[in-house]
């Protein structure tokens, strides 16, 4: 497994190295938001751990413009900063976890365990669900030929529900999957980007698509 570490600390840096090493990972390092964007973009990895305060680029930026281009290599974003909205920005720039330093390397490793498990799944470019078309390397969607602009997380809930289409998914399975174990925010906000979702579908008359099963959880029809 190629583990691609983004962090301008050297103590950090080769710390996170010298833990993954242990383990048999191979561990590439990039000093800056640039380096770290063009490795992402070059070369394929795992996983990829993202500091937040980068020069050059910081991580939230090379967590989008790694999304925008297609890159769909796993995220996992390191940060000093424990507020809510940070972690949310980080998620929606298109992370799929985060990380609060200082961690304990039992920590990270859980992470990243979960993480390459999900990147063992199999890969699918598109999903169609009637005239419901998700593209998973362009991240669009279209209804009825029609696009629906859905911001990064927003895409990510409604791409795992169509790779699912016709199943109930739990509240905890769309957590789990979109925003990683560790998520200790409020466990409203999957209904919270379901709403966002059944909204933009509203729009273009296609709102009841995504069913909510009372008790259980939501499921995406054709």
Known sequence: MRILVVEDDVEIA??????LERRKYAVQIARDGDEGYEALAHDRFDVAIIDIGLPKR????????????GIQTPMLMLTARDAVEDRVRGLD?????YLIKPFVEE??????????RRGL????????????VVDSSGRTLEVGGKPVRLAATEFRVLEYLAANAGIVLSRD????FVWGTSFDGSRNVVEVYVSAIR???RAIGAADRLVTVWGIGYKLTA
Request: glycine share 8%; aromatic share 4%.
């Open 58 to 69: 910081d991580g939230f930026t090379v967590a989008r413009a790694a999304r925008a281009a």
């Open 173 to 176: 399975q769309i957590l789990d």
């Open 199 to 201: 909204r933009k579908l």
């Open 14 to 19: 080769e710390g996170v190295r010298q833990i």
């Open 121 to 132: 799944m199999p890969v699918r470019e598109r999903f169609v669900v009637g005239d419901l």
């Open 93 to 97: 720039a298109g992370a799929d976890d």
């Open 107 to 116: 920590e990270l490793h859980a992470r990243l365990r979960a993480l390459l």
